[in-house]
C-alpha cells in the first residue's frame, strides 16, 4: 500500500497526537518541592474533576508508570515521601508510533494500565519541572449517535484506507476524527486526488464491497458507523457524467442478507462459501474474544432457532429502560442469519461491534477483552431486549425465615420470573441457594438468588516462591541465597521488607532489585512495580546501597564527602572479547577521581583475590577522557553462556595502561566499550551520573595473577532456602469440574473487606457463607475463573487443565434431592468452549463446538474453522468457558435446515409489519 501524507479533521483539531521534541520542554528552574508539586496537581485535578471532560480543550497522555513513579515521590496518594527516588524525564515515545506520517497513540494501549489523561495545563506543569516528551496533545470532541451523546478525549482518530473509482490499485492510509462528517472527509479527498466535489461520491468500502453509499454527509463518520482501518470509495462519474450502476443483489432471502460484491478484482475472495454453522468471523481487530464467544453462542441451537426463524421479532421489547432498544437483539440476529446461510466463508461482525460499544463502552476500541465478559454483557443485553414483561412489578426480597426451601425457592422463582421472562431465562438461568450464618448470634439467612452462568474457582496457592540473592557492600562478605513466599498481590517493596528483615539491613529501600541475565543487567525492578512483573525463571538479585566512603579510608575530606552526590552505577567486568564473572553494583561520588574509584571498586572484590595488587600508578593519562558514552554498539555477541565484547572495539586497550589489575571504563547496557569511553586516571573528578555504565576491563596476565572465582561455591544458602526443593517437587494431581464445583459449593468464612450485615447483632460480621446449586437450566454456562484480579496492576492468569467431561456431566450429589425430580436425572454433554491462550492483558481466543448437523468437532479461530479428528483434544488447559446441554434438549439432535428457517423468518417479519 503507498502511503500519503495524512488528512487532518475538521473543527476538532489535528487527526493524531502533536509531538513535540525533547529539548523544547528543558526543565526551567525554580522547580518546587515534591511537596508543593503535590499541592499545585491536587489543587488543578480537583478543579478538572469539577468540570468533567470539556468539548473545545485538550488534554494529554503521560505513561502510568510515570505517573505511579511521580506520585511515590511526592506522596501523592499517602503522607510517605521518597524524594530521593525521582521520576526522571516524562518519556512518551513507548505511546506513540508514526503511521502514514502521523504520529499517534497506539492503539493497543489502555488508560490507566499503560498512559494517563491529564489536562494540559497540568501536563506542562510536570514536563516544566522534569522534562521530557514528545507531547501527545489530544482535543475532547461531542461524539453523538442515535443512542446517545457524550464528550470524550479523542485518543487515537480513525485510520481509513481510501482509494478512488479511477485508480483501483492505490490505496491511501489518512487519518480522520470521528467527529468529522462525511462531508469533511469527501472535501479533504477530493483536494487530495484533485477532483471536483460535484463528481464524486462516498461509499463504505468495508471488506472490499460497496457495502454502504455515504450520501448523508451531514452524519459524522461516527454517525456514519465508520470504525477504525475502515476501507472507504471515493466513486467518480463516467465519461457519460453518470455514478456506475450499483450491482443488483443476488435472489436471496431477506432471512440471510450479505453485502454484494463491487465488481473489482483485487477485492473478492474467490474461497467457496462454507455450510451453514461452519462459517468464521473476521478479526476487526483484537475481536477474537468476541468471535469466540459468538461462536459458542451459535451453537446453542435452542437460541439459534430461535433467531433463525424470525421468532424473536415477535418479542422485540424497545421500550425497557434496562434494554437496549431492542438494537442489540437484532444485530445479534442478522449476525447469526450471516453464520447460518451459508453464502461466505466468514462473516464480518462489524455493525454487531459497532452497535455493542455503543451500549458497552468498555468493548470500545480495539484493546484486547475478556471473552466471558462480554458474554455476560450479551446474555444479559439480549435479555432485556427481549424481555416479555413490559411493566415490571416490584418484588420484595424473599427469606427462609424457617419456611421449607421448596417453598423459598419456588416464591423466590416466581418474583424473578414476574420481572424477567425471555428466552434467555427460559434456556440460561438457575437457582442458587445461598446460605449465610453469624458467627456470633444464632442469625441464618437464606436466600434464592438467580444465574446466568456458573463461575468456579480453581483451587490454587494465593502465594509464589521467589528467590533473591544479596550481594552486600563490604567486599568481604559472600552473596546470600534467600527464598520468600510472597502473596501474588505483593509488591516489589513488600519483597525488599522481608529480605531486610532476613539480612538484617534497616532500611530496605537501600537495595536495588535486578533481573540478571548473561553476566549483566537485564532490567532494574522498581519499587512501585508489582512482582508480576517477575517471571518464575528470572534470576533476581539485590544489591545494598551504601553511602559513598561510609567503609572506605581511601579519602580523608569529610566536608567534601558531604557535598558530593553519591550515585549507584552498574558495573559489568570483561576480558576485552566477552563478559566474565558477574556483574554487581557501586555506590559512590559522582565526582569521584579515577583512583578513589579504583581503590573503592578493588575493596568490594576483595575477596575473589589471590593476592593483594600493587599501589595504582598516579601518573596522569594525557589521552584519557571522561566523555560520556555512545549509544549501545553492535558489538556484543550473547549465547547461553557469556556476552562478547567485540575485539575490534577495543584494539589497543590493556588493564596495565593505568597501572592497575583492570582497567575502568564507561560501557553500554551489553557492555560494549570502545578507546573514547576510557577514564582519566589524571586526578579530576570524573563527573559521572547514574546512566553511566562501568566496565573492568582485565587482561589475561591479571586474571590469570589475581582473581579467583568459583560461581558455585561463591553463594551461601540462608536456610530459607532448604524447603525449596521439597515444594517444587510437589505433585499437586489432577483437577477435575468436579472438584471446582465442590469448592464453589464448600463453605466458607467471608474476608474483612467482605462482612455480611448481621440483623440480629446490628453488626458486621465476617459471616459463614455457603453456596449450593438449588435449579439447574437446560443450557448450564461455566465460567472457570483463570484470571486472577489482585489489584489494578497486579493480575495472573492460572494455567491449570482442568478435566471436563465431553458427554454424562451428571450433577446430581450438587443438588438438593428437594430441589429437582428424582426421576429426570440431571446429566448434560458438553457442545461448545471457549479457549484462551497465552497471558493476561493479550494472548488470542479460539472458540470449539459441536455442530449439531453432523455431531463433530471443529474449532473456530477467527475466519478460519477446521475439523477436529480427535475430540478428546479439546480439552486443554486454554478451557475458560464451558457449554454444557442437557440431553432432553430436544433442539441439538435436531438437523438445522436453511429452508424452513427461511421460511419461518419471512413469515415472522411479515406478522410483524402487520403488527407494525
Same mark, same amino acid.
Given at each position: 500500500?503507498?502511503?500519503?501524507?495524512?488528512?487532518?479533521?475538521?473543527?476538532?483539531?489535528?487527526?493524531?497526537?502533536?509531538?513535540?521534541?525533547?529539548?523544547?520542554?528543558?526543565?526551567?528552574?525554580?522547580?518546587?518541592?515534591?511537596?508543593?508539586?503535590?499541592?499545585?496537581?491536587?489543587? =488543578?485535578?480537583?478543579?478538572?474533576?469539577?468540570?468533567?471532560?470539556?468539548?473545545?480543550?485538550?488534554?494529554?497522555?503521560?505513561?502510568?508508570?510515570?505517573?505511579?513513579?511521580?506520585?511515590?515521590?511526592?506522596?501523592?496518594?499517602?503522607?510517605?515521601?521518597?524524594?530521593?527516588?525521582?521520576?526522571?524525564?516524562?518519556?512518551?515515545?513507548?505511546? %506513540?508510533?508514526?503511521?502514514?506520517?502521523?504520529?499517534?497513540?497506539?492503539?493497543?494501549?489502555?488508560?490507566?494500565?499503560?498512559?494517563?489523561?491529564?489536562?494540559?495545563? $497540568?501536563?506542562?506543569?510536570?514536563?516544566?519541572?522534569?522534562?521530557?516528551?514528545?507531547? %501527545?496533545?489530544?482535543?475532547?470532541?461531542?461524539?453523538?449517535?442515535?443512542?446517545?451523546?457524550?464528550?470524550?478525549?479523542?485518543?487515537?482518530?480513525?485510520?481509513?484506507?481510501?482509494?478512488?473509482?479511477?485508480?483501483?490499485?492505490?490505496?491511501?492510509?489518512?487519518?480522520? =476524527?470521528?467527529?468529522?462528517?462525511?462531508?469533511?472527509?469527501?472535501?479533504?479527498?477530493?483536494?487530495?486526488?484533485?477532483?471536483?466535489?460535484?463528481?464524486?461520491?462516498?461509499?463504505?468500502?468495508?471488506?472490499?464491497?460497496?457495502?454502504?453509499?455515504?450520501?448523508?454527509? =451531514?452524519?459524522?463518520?461516527?454517525?456514519?458507523?465508520?470504525?477504525?482501518?475502515?476501507?472507504?470509495?471515493?466513486?467518480?462519474?463516467?465519461?457519460?457524467?453518470?455514478?456506475?450502476?450499483?450491482?443488483?443483489?443476488?435472489?436471496?432471502?431477506?432471512?440471510?442478507?450479505?453485502?454484494?460484491?463491487?465488481?473489482?478484482?483485487?477485492?473478492?475472495?474467490?474461497?467457496?462459501?462454507?455450510?451453514?454453522?461452519?462459517?468464521?468471523?473476521?478479526?476487526?481487530?483484537?475481536?477474537?474474544?468476541?468471535?469466540?464467544?459468538?461462536?459458542?453462542?451459535?451453537?446453542?441451537?435452542?437460541?439459534?432457532?430461535?433467531?433463525?426463524?424470525?421468532?424473536?421479532?415477535?418479542?422485540?421489547?424497545?421500550?425497557?429502560?434496562?434494554?437496549?432498544?431492542?438494537?442489540?437483539?437484532?444485530?445479534?440476529?442478522?449476525?447469526?442469519?450471516?453464520?447460518?446461510?451459508?453464502?461466505?466463508?466468514?462473516?464480518?461482525?462489524?455493525?454487531?461491534?459497532?452497535?455493542?460499544?455503543?451500549?458497552?463502552?468498555?468493548?470500545?476500541?480495539?484493546?484486547?477483552?475478556?471473552?466471558?465478559?462480554?458474554?455476560?454483557?450479551?446474555?444479559?443485553?439480549?435479555?432485556?431486549?427481549?424481555?416479555?414483561?413490559?411493566?415490571?412489578?416490584?418484588?420484595?426480597?424473599?427469606?427462609?425465615?424457617?419456611?421449607?426451601?421448596?417453598?423459598?425457592?419456588?416464591?423466590?422463582?416466581?418474583?424473578?420470573?414476574?420481572?424477567?421472562?425471555?428466552?434467555?431465562?427460559?434456556?440460561?438461568?438457575?437457582?442458587?441457594?445461598?446460605?449465610?450464618?453469624?458467627?456470633?448470634?444464632?442469625?441464618?439467612?437464606?436466600?434464592?438468588?438467580?444465574?446466568?452462568?456458573?463461575?468456579?474457582?480453581?483451587?490454587?496457592?494465593?502465594?509464589?516462591?521467589?528467590?533473591?540473592?544479596?550481594?552486600?557492600?563490604?567486599?568481604?562478605?559472600?552473596?546470600?541465597?534467600?527464598?520468600?513466599?510472597?502473596?501474588?498481590?505483593?509488591? $516489589?517493596?513488600?519483597?525488599?521488607?522481608?529480605?531486610?528483615?532476613?539480612?538484617?539491613?534497616?532500611?530496605?529501600?537501600?537495595?536495588?532489585?535486578?533481573?540478571?541475565?548473561?553476566?549483566?543487567?537485564?532490567?532494574?525492578?522498581?519499587?512501585?512495580?508489582? &512482582?508480576?512483573? $517477575?517471571?518464575?525463571?528470572?534470576?533476581?538479585?539485590?544489591?545494598?546501597?551504601?553511602?559513598?566512603?561510609?567503609?572506605?579510608?581511601?579519602?580523608?575530606?569529610?566536608?567534601?564527602?558531604?557535598?558530593?552526590?553519591?550515585?549507584?552505577?552498574?558495573?559489568?567486568?570483561?576480558?576485552?572479547?566477552?563478559?566474565?564473572?558477574?556483574?554487581?553494583?557501586?555506590?559512590?561520588?559522582?565526582?569521584?577521581?579515577?583512583?578513589?574509584?579504583?581503590?573503592?571498586?578493588?575493596?568490594?572484590?576483595?575477596?575473589?583475590?589471590?593476592?593483594?595488587?600493587?599501589?595504582?600508578?598516579?601518573?596522569?593519562?594525557?589521552?584519557?577522557?571522561?566523555?560520556?558514552?555512545?549509544?549501545?554498539?553492535?558489538?556484543?555477541?550473547?549465547?547461553?553462556?557469556?556476552?562478547?565484547?567485540?575485539?575490534?572495539?577495543?584494539?589497543?586497550?590493556?588493564?596495565?595502561?593505568?597501572?592497575?589489575?583492570?582497567?575502568?571504563?564507561?560501557?553500554?547496557?551489553?557492555?560494549?566499550?570502545?578507546?573514547?569511553?576510557?577514564?582519566?586516571?589524571?586526578?579530576?573528578?570524573?563527573?559521572?551520573?547514574?546512566?553511566?555504565?562501568?566496565?573492568?576491563?582485565? =587482561?589475561?596476565?591479571?586474571?590469570?595473577?589475581?582473581?579467583?572465582?568459583?560461581?558455585?561455591?561463591?553463594?551461601?544458602?540462608?536456610?530459607?532456602?532448604?524447603?525449596?526443593?521439597?515444594?517444587?517437587?510437589?505433585?499437586?494431581?489432577?483437577?477435575?469440574?468436579?472438584?471446582?464445583?465442590? &469448592?464453589?459449593?464448600?463453605?466458607?468464612?467471608?474476608?474483612?473487606?467482605?462482612?455480611?450485615?448481621?440483623?440480629?447483632?446490628?453488626?458486621?460480621?465476617?459471616?459463614?457463607?455457603?453456596?449450593?446449586?438449588?435449579?439447574?437450566?437446560?443450557?448450564?454456562? %461455566?465460567?472457570?475463573?483463570?484470571?486472577?484480579?489482585?489489584?489494578?496492576?497486579?493480575?495472573?492468569?492460572?494455567?491449570? &487443565?482442568?478435566?471436563?467431561?465431553?458427554?454424562?456431566?451428571?450433577?446430581?450429589?450438587?443438588?438438593?434431592?428437594?430441589?429437582?425430580?428424582?426421576?429426570?436425572?440431571?446429566?448434560?454433554?458438553?457442545?461448545? %468452549?471457549?479457549?484462551?491462550?497465552?497471558?493476561?492483558?493479550?494472548?488470542?481466543?479460539?472458540?470449539?463446538?459441536?455442530?449439531?448437523?453432523?455431531?463433530?468437532?471443529?474449532?473456530?479461530?477467527?475466519?478460519?474453522?477446521?475439523?477436529?479428528?480427535?475430540?478428546?483434544?479439546?480439552?486443554?488447559?486454554?478451557?475458560?468457558?464451558?457449554?454444557?446441554?442437557?440431553?432432553?434438549?430436544?433442539?441439538?439432535?435436531?438437523?438445522?435446515?436453511?429452508?424452513?428457517?427461511?421460511?419461518?423468518?419471512?413469515?415472522?417479519?411479515?406478522?410483524?409489519?402487520?403488527? &407494525?
Amino acid at each position: 500500500m503507498e502511503s500519503e501524507p495524512a488528512a487532518m479533521d475538521v473543527d476538532s483539531g489535528a487527526a493524531g497526537a502533536t509531538a513535540t521534541n525533547v529539548s523544547e520542554n528543558a526543565p526551567s528552574p525554580p522547580v518546587p518541592s515534591p511537596s508543593e508539586q503535590k499541592r499545585i496537581i491536587r489543587d =488543578s485535578l480537583d478543579t478538572a474533576n469539577e468540570d468533567g471532560i470539556v468539548q473545545g480543550r485538550h488534554y494529554a497522555l503521560l505513561p502510568t508508570k510515570w505517573w505511579r513513579a511521580w506520585k511515590t515521590f511526592c506522596g501523592y496518594d499517602s503522607d510517605m515521601m521518597d524524594e530521593k527516588d525521582s521520576p526522571g524525564p516524562i518519556d512518551n515515545s513507548s505511546l %506513540i508510533e508514526s503511521i502514514d506520517g502521523e504520529v499517534v497513540v497506539k492503539k493497543t494501549l489502555s488508560e490507566m494500565w499503560d498512559y494517563e489523561i491529564v489536562p494540559e495545563h $497540568v501536563y506542562r506543569h510536570l514536563v516544566g519541572w522534569f522534562g521530557g516528551g514528545p507531547d %501527545i496533545i489530544r482535543p475532547a470532541i461531542l461524539l453523538a449517535n442515535r443512542y446517545k451523546q457524550e464528550v470524550i478525549v479523542e485518543i487515537r482518530p480513525l485510520r481509513l484506507l481510501v482509494r478512488r473509482s479511477g485508480d483501483m490499485e492505490k490505496e491511501v492510509g489518512v487519518w480522520f =476524527s470521528k467527529a468529522a462528517t462525511v462531508e469533511d472527509f469527501a472535501v479533504s479527498m477530493c483536494t487530495k486526488f484533485n477532483l471536483a466535489r460535484d463528481n464524486v461520491r462516498v461509499w463504505d468500502f468495508h471488506a472490499g464491497t460497496r457495502h454502504k453509499l455515504l450520501d448523508q454527509t =451531514s452524519k459524522t463518520l461516527e454517525e456514519a458507523m465508520i470504525i477504525d482501518t475502515n476501507k472507504m470509495l471515493i466513486e467518480e462519474k463516467g465519461d457519460d457524467g453518470k455514478f456506475p450502476e450499483v450491482p443488483s443483489r443476488p435472489a436471496y432471502s431477506s432471512a440471510f442478507p450479505s453485502s454484494y460484491s463491487s465488481g473489482w478484482s483485487g477485492y473478492n475472495s474467490s474461497r467457496p462459501p462454507s455450510d451453514p454453522g461452519k462459517i468464521g468471523l473476521g478479526n476487526l481487530g483484537n475481536t477474537c474474544f468476541m468471535n469466540s464467544a459468538l461462536q459458542c453462542l451459535s451453537s446453542t441451537a435452542p437460541l439459534s432457532d430461535f433467531f433463525l426463524s424470525g421468532k424473536y421479532l415477535a418479542e422485540l421489547n424497545t421500550d425497557n429502560p434496562l434494554g437496549m432498544q431492542g438494537e442489540i437483539a437484532k444485530k445479534y440476529g442478522d449476525l447469526l442469519k450471516q453464520l447460518w446461510g451459508g453464502e461466505t466463508y466468514a462473516a464480518e461482525p462489524r455493525e454487531f461491534k459497532w452497535t455493542l460499544q455503543r451500549f458497552a463502552p468498555q468493548f470500545e476500541g480495539y484493546q484486547q477483552h475478556d471473552s466471558q465478559e462480554l458474554l455476560a454483557f450479551l446474555l444479559d443485553g439480549l435479555h432485556e431486549d427481549l424481555n416479555r414483561i413490559l411493566r415490571k412489578p416490584y418484588v420484595a426480597a424473599i427469606e427462609s425465615e424457617g419456611r421449607p426451601d421448596v417453598e423459598v425457592a419456588n416464591l423466590s422463582w416466581d418474583g424473578h420470573k414476574s420481572r424477567n421472562d425471555s428466552i434467555i431465562v427460559d434456556l440460561f438461568q438457575g437457582q442458587l441457594k445461598s446460605r449465610v450464618q453469624c458467627p456470633v448470634c444464632p442469625r441464618v439467612s437464606i436466600t434464592f438468588d438467580p444465574f446466568m452462568y456458573l463461575s468456579l474457582p480453581l483451587p490454587v496457592k494465593s502465594t509464589r516462591p521467589l528467590v533473591v540473592t544479596l550481594r552486600r557492600q563490604n567486599g568481604e562478605v559472600a552473596p546470600v541465597r534467600y527464598q520468600f513466599q510472597m502473596d501474588k498481590a505483593a509488591s $516489589v517493596m513488600d519483597l525488599k521488607r522481608q529480605l531486610a528483615n532476613l539480612s538484617g539491613v534497616q532500611d530496605p529501600r537501600s537495595f536495588v532489585l535486578v533481573d540478571v541475565y548473561n553476566r549483566r543487567f537485564y532490567r532494574e525492578i522498581k519499587n512501585e512495580e508489582y &512482582l508480576d512483573v $517477575v517471571n518464575d525463571n528470572d534470576d533476581l538479585w539485590a544489591y545494598e546501597m551504601l553511602s559513598y566512603g561510609s567503609e572506605s579510608s581511601e579519602v580523608d575530606d569529610d566536608s567534601v564527602k558531604q557535598q558530593r552526590e553519591t550515585i549507584s552505577v552498574a558495573v559489568m567486568q570483561s576480558n576485552g572479547t566477552k563478559l566474565i564473572n558477574f556483574p554487581f553494583v557501586a555506590s559512590f561520588s559522582s565526582s569521584i577521581t579515577y583512583s578513589d574509584l579504583y581503590y573503592y571498586l578493588l575493596r568490594l572484590l576483595r575477596r575473589y583475590l589471590k593476592k593483594d595488587p600493587s599501589p595504582l600508578s598516579t601518573t596522569p593519562d594525557p589521552e584519557g577522557t571522561d566523555a560520556a558514552p555512545e549509544p549501545a554498539g553492535a558489538g556484543m555477541e550473547t549465547d547461553d553462556d557469556s556476552a562478547h565484547v567485540a575485539g575490534s572495539n577495543v584494539p589497543d586497550m590493556d588493564a596495565s595502561s593505568q597501572g592497575g589489575i583492570f582497567e575502568i571504563c564507561i560501557c553500554d547496557d551489553y557492555g560494549t566499550i570502545s578507546t573514547r569511553h576510557r577514564l582519566a586516571n589524571n586526578g579530576k573528578p570524573l563527573d559521572l551520573d547514574p546512566r553511566h555504565h562501568l566496565c573492568l576491563l582485565w =587482561s589475561a596476565d591479571s586474571l590469570a595473577e589475581f582473581w579467583e572465582y568459583d560461581s558455585s561455591t561463591d553463594v551461601q544458602l540462608h536456610s530459607s532456602m532448604q524447603h525449596r526443593e521439597e515444594e517444587s517437587g510437589q505433585n499437586h494431581g489432577g483437577l477435575s469440574l468436579k472438584d471446582c464445583l465442590r &469448592l464453589f459449593t464448600t463453605e466458607e468464612t467471608l474476608g474483612a473487606n467482605d462482612m455480611w450485615y448481621c440483623s440480629g447483632c446490628k453488626e458486621h460480621r465476617q459471616a459463614h457463607k455457603k453456596m449450593d446449586i438449588w435449579k439447574l437450566p437446560p443450557v448450564v454456562v %461455566i465460567h472457570l475463573k483463570r484470571f486472577s484480579y489482585k489489584s489494578r496492576y497486579n493480575r495472573e492468569k492460572i494455567d491449570l &487443565l482442568v478435566d471436563f467431561p465431553l458427554e454424562g456431566l451428571d450433577f446430581s450429589e450438587f443438588l438438593p434431592a428437594d430441589s429437582h425430580d428424582p426421576a429426570s436425572l440431571p446429566v448434560y454433554d458438553l457442545f461448545a %468452549i471457549s479457549n484462551h491462550y497465552g497471558s493476561m492483558g493479550g494472548g488470542h481466543y479460539t472458540a470449539y463446538a459441536k455442530h449439531r448437523n453432523d455431531g463433530k468437532w471443529y474449532n473456530y479461530d477467527d475466519r478460519s474453522v477446521s475439523p477436529v479428528s480427535d475430540p478428546s483434544s479439546v480439552k486443554t488447559s486454554a478451557a475458560y468457558v464451558l457449554f454444557y446441554r442437557r440431553r432432553d434438549v430436544a433442539a441439538f439432535s435436531t438437523p438445522f435446515a436453511k429452508a424452513n428457517s427461511q421460511s419461518d423468518a419471512a413469515e415472522a417479519q411479515e406478522t410483524m409489519d402487520v403488527d &407494525l
